[in-house]
């Protein structure tokens, strides 16, 4: 595997589902992100971690939960999510926090 | 609040028109603009960063220039292939980073 890796790609859940995204780094970066992807509407940057330690967490509701156990993976749980959650979402990672930043194939989620 | 503007919205060519896009932002001490192209269904692809106003940076068809309140995208006799969204993102100095909503590039042979 090189890259960003994400899985799964697709992820059709319901509003009381409990899942998790999977994000893994093949690129010895110590900076990872997560980003949500709407239609017409620009990257919103939601977490970042930085050599594992939480920066920042861009006022996501408390459904959306992040995880970095290591420098090469990150997670997001995703709890009791509303049907406006729908969208992309996109992980990347960088070499430090100024780099720029390589982005995996996303996950489309759905709730129905 | 740093903001991010691209135009135009969306971009139909000609295979060989070349055109420009168009990146405009206020940002609050810029570090670097970034440049990437996002085809349907994946992840956006990094193409360039810029530092400072005057730098230019050059890949195949594609050459990105800076000013000191935006940056251009060229694109030189592009091919069918270029057909994309291309996405401008700027970082201040706090180290966030801000995107544009993008232009969606489509090139017809």
């Known amino acids: 595997e090189t890259g960003v890796t994400q899985t799964p790609r697709h992820l059709v859940m319901g509003m009381t589902n409990k899942k998790s995204l999977k994000c893994e780094q093949h690129?010895?970066?110590?900076?990872m992100y997560w980003y949500k992807q709407s239609a017409k509407k620009p990257l919103e940057l939601m977490f970042v971690y930085n050599f594992k330690e939480q920066t920042e967490n861009n006022s996501v509701p408390s459904r959306f939960s992040p995880e970095c156990p290591n420098s090469s993976h990150l997670f997001l749980h995703l709890h009791t999510l509303q049907p406006e959650d729908s969208a992309l979402y996109l992980c990347?990672?960088?070499?430090?926090?100024?780099?720029?930043?390589?982005f995996g194939p996303g996950t489309r989620l759905t709730v129905t | 609040e740093d903001q991010v503007t691209q135009s135009p919205e969306a971009l139909r060519l000609q295979e060989g028109e070349s055109s420009s896009l168009n990146c405009s932002y206020t940002v609050s001490g810029l570090r670097g603009l970034f440049w990437y192209r996002q085809d349907p269904g994946k992840g956006p692809e990094f193409l360039f960063t810029l530092y400072s106003a005057g730098e230019e940076k050059e890949k195949e068809r594609l050459k990105a220039t800076l000013t000191k309140k935006e940056s251009f995208l060229h694109i030189t006799a592009p091919k069918p292939e270029d057909s994309a969204t291309y996405l401008c993102?700027?970082?201040?100095?706090?180290?966030?980073?801000?995107f544009g909503a993008g232009t969606t590039v489509t090139v017809r042979a």
């Open positions: 990347a990672s960088s070499q430090e926090a100024d780099y720029e930043q390589y």
């Open positions: 690129l010895g970066h110590n900076a």
């Open positions: 993102a700027v970082q201040a100095n706090d180290y966030k980073l801000s």
